[in-house]
C-alpha cells in the first residue's frame, strides 16, 4: 500500500522560506516519478513541481518557478519541497503525490 506523509508546513511571513518532506514507503521509491501539488481554499488543485526518479528531469509550475526547488533523498526515501521567496497567494494544503495516490497534506500559511 502507498502511503505518503507530508510534514514541515506551517505559519510564515512572506518573504520567509520553508522546507516541506514527504516520507514515503509501500513502493520503490527510488524507481517512482513524485509531484508536489497544492490546493488553496476554494480552489482547485494547483501542480507545483515534478521531479523523475534518479533527479534526471525536474519541472515547476510557473507561479513557483525560480522560488521552490523539489528535491529527492532516495537513500530515505524522502521527497523535499524547498520553498522560498514565500508570497501570500503560496497559502495552500501541500500534497506529494505519486500517479493517483497523495498524502494527507500539510498547511502552509503566507502571512504577516
Known amino acids: 500500500e502507498v502511503q505518503l506523509v507530508e510534514s514541515g508546513g506551517g505559519l510564515v511571513q512572506p518573504g520567509g522560506s520553508l522546507r516541506l518532506s514527504c516520507a514515503a514507503s509501500?513502493?520503490?521509491?527510488?524507481?517512482?516519478?513524485m509531484n508536489w501539488v497544492r490546493q488553496a481554499p476554494g480552489k482547485g488543485p494547483e501542480w507545483v513541481a515534478f521531479?523523475?526518479?534518479?533527479?534526471?528531469?525536474?519541472y515547476y509550475g510557473d507561479s513557483v518557478r525560480d522560488r521552490f526547488a523539489i528535491s529527492r533523498d532516495d537513500a530515505t526515501n524522502t521527497l523535499y519541497l524547498q520553498m522560498n521567496s514565500l508570497k501570500p497567494e503560496d497559502t495552500a494544503v501541500y500534497y506529494c503525490?505519486?500517479?493517483?495516490?497523495w498524502g494527507q497534506g500539510t498547511q502552509v500559511t503566507v502571512s504577516s
Open positions: 503525490a505519486k500517479d493517483y495516490d
Open positions: 509501500g513502493f520503490t521509491f527510488g524507481n517512482a516519478d
Open positions: 521531479i523523475a526518479s534518479g533527479a534526471e528531469m525536474i
